[in-house]
């Protein structure tokens, strides 16, 4: 049987070491502190002359690394990170020996509440860390959807923490933001992902003069052929237009997109 | 005798007197000569209201000046006009006292910029000192109205002693004049508000650069050091009315600093800011003086706001000695300006400086990539041996330096690789380099030429030196104002936290590489674009200590959060393989 610690070496040790390598590499900051308690601005250790406030003001000095990550240090986030991770897979992955179906579900949701009650013990952290670069959520993908708080999720994580909708097909809804605990106020945030093996739906409408007469009657005749009463602007995904395709664009369109 | 050249003794009642109340002849000397005579202007007449220039009494030593016998020679006399007179001398003073001059580069110092020094082993070093975020302003780090506080570089470059720093000081002692006006679209401002801003600026004893030694020791040295950067305080920078009356404030101001750069070909001559900087005071007693720096070598350079020190690798800039620190100082003053001021007073040589500087023109427009790249080009020819009032006219010069010469390519084989690569992949034939013209179009935005005369071929006449001062600063205006309207249109568009970034990495790359130097990527470098999970991670650490300098106090959110992460991870990892994690075998 694998080790919680097996598991732990390898791969995701190797994710902790590269991810702060990359941290120390890229983005540190001096930590040195002025007398009155100003931080210095001066990045990049490189070009690290001396430090500079955001105040203006100036003091001679090198680089100074955070005491955090000496060697020491580093090793012990590591090696706790791998007690808490031991601790979790124990909890959620060794429950059962022969999970499937129910139990799977009932992981899923262990995992899930779990997620919740880690994020939202900072929630007061949260509301003022954001990132338009990493799903916070999860640190695993570019996040694409923004709720009203200003914390943005990746798709997976819009469909692990949402509710599926019960109005659109392939929508969820976010029903308060899991970091900052800030709940949607007027209605649920719905999102709309694009279904699994789908792909972007184009309709592209030629120019021609005269001829665009052609497109717009092909259009009405597909949607009289569908019949569902459903505007063909919600068929596709982006609609473009080239010369007299152009000016039917706004056709299709609703009046408020408009405006 | 006067014994300062703001006041003097009248010639007539013998009284002190100082250009407010009194004035020289254009006749009777006035040739900005310290002998000449000066008369008060004040009306002695008993109860006179009018005070100056009384036109009723005639009763000033001016007027008993004047031979009243014949009104046709009383008509030669006139007064000479004191503010152009006063700014010629400030602009043209040379302090020729060492212990003054060498306050003077002390304070000067203040103001470098940038300095390539060779240490013992004839290694070249950058230095890089805090001046650019010293004069820019900090609080204007926001994105929005990028446009209304991005400042604009003009770079005044040229051969050693030709006036550089003279010309720097000029203009910005003219912006200095400009921000007396009231007025916040106009450029005027009243003569003796004017005097008593030159006279402030006089009694500061610098503004500006420091110009030629006066000391007859230094006469063949170069004078200064490195790079400067000064700002501007001209209040003409605006857009236009529109904005002048949306936008309140400085925001409708372009700041603009102004680059006095090394002189080229002085060779390894030590600069007379160097020399200050090693060489022991004297006192007025003839003892040695022991400051700061004194017994340094010239191969130490100044610590007092170093900002970083980076050895410069790039091979073209090491092997051909001060023409390579020349070749640096251009190149990276070609990629950052707006407006390049190219300083000359050799008739003669006209083309080959043309050659010169379109070569740096041509470097600059391979080696900077996602910025405009065409600069207005001013080619000054300031205080030249031979003066002719003709040459006054713009478009007479212009004709002059720019027109008349053979291909420009044909003796340059820099310029004649560049022709030949630009040709190449011009398909059409009309937009290729086949005139000189076609190739200052390539190169620069524009070229305007202007003429400054030497104070002594205009003496008695220093308004035509002031008008000529207050021209090459309209040229150098207008130019900055195309420069912005050109970069508005661009993609590229930063704010001065950013600048001060991509400045940083322009002095990085341009001393390690010899490659184009991209200022997007040097201004987007840094922002994280993570694509796997330690690059989020580290992107969530840079988020949680840019929130908290405390770590002790995230410590316990960083570690749970990454550990929650790896866990969703694993979770993802076992349902996309679909097997249960103890099923997957370690590899082997």
Redesign the interface.
């Known amino acids: 049987m694998t080790s919680p610690d097996d598991i732990f070496d390898r791969d995701l040790h190797r994710i902790c070491d590269e991810g702060i390598n990359a941290y120390l590499s890229k983005f540190e900051s001096c930590s040195y502190k002025f007398p009155e308690g100003a931080p210095c601005v001066s990045r990049l250790e490189a070009l690290h002359g001396h430090h500079t406030s955001s105040g203006g003001q100036t003091a001679q000095g090198p680089f100074l690394r955070e005491e955090a990550w000496t060697d020491e240090r580093r090793r012990l986030w590591i090696s706790e990170i791998r007690l808490r991770f031991s601790g979790y897979y124990d909890q959620f992955f060794r429950g059962g020996d022969n999970a499937h179906g129910s139990e799977v579900e009932s992981r899923e949701h262990r995992i899930l509440e779990e997620r919740k009650t880690v994020h939202t013990k900072y929630h007061k952290d949260w509301a003022s860390i954001r990132s338009n670069k990493t799903c916070l959520s999860c640190l695993q993908a570019v996040p694409d959807h923004v709720l009203g708080c200003g914390h943005s999720y990746c798709p997976r994580c819009i469909q692990e923490l949402g509710k599926s909708s019960s109005h659109f097909e392939c929508a969820w809804d976010m029903l308060g933001c899991v970091l900052c605990k800030s709940p949607e106020q007027e209605r649920p945030h719905l999102v709309k992902l694009r279904a699994r093996c789908a792909g972007v739906r184009v309709l592209a409408l030629d120019g021609g003069g005269i001829r665009g007469i052609v497109e717009l009657i092909l259009l009405r005749s597909i949607d009289d052929a569908i019949g569902l009463k459903i505007p063909v602007r919600d068929m596709v995904d982006l609609i473009v237009g080239t010369s007299t395709g152009e000016p039917i664009i706004p056709k299709l369109l609703p009046h408020q997109l408009l405006h | 005798m006067k014994d300062h050249f703001w006041d003097g003794v009248c010639e007539v009642c013998e009284k002190r007197v100082s250009f407010y109340n009194a004035r020289q002849c254009t006749f009777c000397g006035g040739k900005d000569s310290s002998d000449d005579p000066i008369y008060c202007i004040t009306c002695t007449e008993y109860g006179c209201t009018t005070r100056k220039n009384c036109q009723e009494h005639r009763a000033s030593c001016w007027d008993r000046h004047i031979p009243s016998q014949s009104a046709k020679v009383a008509a030669k006399h006139r007064m000479a006009d004191p503010l152009p007179e006063l700014f010629v001398k400030v602009i043209t003073h040379s302090e020729a006292d060492t212990q003054k001059l060498r306050q003077l580069h002390e304070q000067d110092e203040n103001a470098r910029w940038l300095k390539i020094r060779r240490d013992n082993d004839g290694r070249l070093d950058l230095f ?1 000192y ?1 001046r650019f ?2 004069e820019c302003d ?1 609080s204007q780090s926001g994105n929005r109205k990028t446009t209304y506080h991005y400042p604009s570089f003009v770079s005044f470059i040229g051969d050693t002693s030709v006036g550089k720093s003279t010309l720097v000081r000029a203009m910005l002692v003219l912006g200095r004049l400009y921000s007396l006006s009231s007025s916040s679209t106009d450029q005027s401002f009243s003569d003796e508000a004017a005097i008593d801003e030159l006279r402030m600026i006089k009694e500061e004893g610098i503004y500006g650069p420091v110009t030629r030694s006066g000391n007859i020791d230094h006469l063949t040295d170069p004078t200064t050091s490195g790079v400067h950067l000064y700002r501007d305080v001209g209040k003409a920078m605006f857009k236009d009315s529109h904005r002048a009356s949306t936008h309140s404030g400085r925001l409708t101001q372009y700041p603009m600093l102004l680059v006095d750069c090394e002189g080229f070909r002085a060779g390894e001559a030590m600069t007379n800011a160097e020399r200050m900087e090693s060489e022991p005071g004297v006192d007025s007693r003839g003892r040695l003086l022991s400051t700061v720096g004194n017994n340094r070598g010239r191969s130490a350079s100044r ?1 007092k ?5 980076i050895p410069v690798l790039a091979p073209c800039y090491g092997y051909s000695g001060k023409d390579g620190v020349d070749l640096f100082y251009a190149r990276f003053l070609y990629a950052i300006s707006d407006v390049v001021v190219f300083v000359t007073k050799e008739d003669q040589r006209i083309q080959s400086e043309l050659i010169r500087v379109l070569e740096w023109a041509s470097a600059a427009v391979l080696k900077s990539v996602n910025h405009p790249s065409r600069k207005t080009l001013i080619i000054v020819r300031n205080m030249p041996s031979f003066h002719d009032p003709a040459l006054y006219k713009r478009d007479g010069l212009e004709e002059i330096y720019l027109r008349g010469h053979p291909n420009l390519w044909d003796d340059s084989p820099i310029l004649r690789e560049f022709v030949e690569g630009y040709n190449r992949k011009e398909e059409r034939f009309e937009l290729r380099i086949t005139s000189n013209r076609r190739l200052y179009e390539v190169l620069f935005k524009k070229i305007r030429c202007c003429y400054i005369p030497r104070a002594k071929e205009v003496m008695g006449q220093s308004h035509e030196l002031f008008e000529q001062y207050k021209e090459l600063r309209s040229v150098v205006e207008l130019s900055v104002r195309d420069g912005n309207e050109l970069r508005e249109l661009s993609f590229m568009k930063y704010n001065v936290p950013t600048l001060s ?1 991509i400045l ?1 990495r322009a ?2 790359h341009f001393s390690s590489s010899e490659e184009p130097f991209d200022f997007y990527l040097a201004a987007r470098g ?1 922002n ?3 694509r ?18 405390n ?1 002790d106090s ?2 316990e ?1 960083v ?14 990892l ?1 349902e996309s393989g679909k097997s ?3 099923s ?4 082997i």
């Open positions: 890089i805090d975020m010293q900090r610590q706001n170093l900002l970083s020190q970034h940083n002095f990085q840094d994280p674009n993570p796997s999970m330690p690059d989020h991670l580290a992107n969530f650490l840079r988020h949680t200590s840019e929130y908290s300098s770590n995230m410590y959110m570690i749970d959060v990454i550990t929650i992460s790896l866990v969703i991870y694993t979770q993802r076992f249960h994690p103890d997957i075998q370690p590899p």
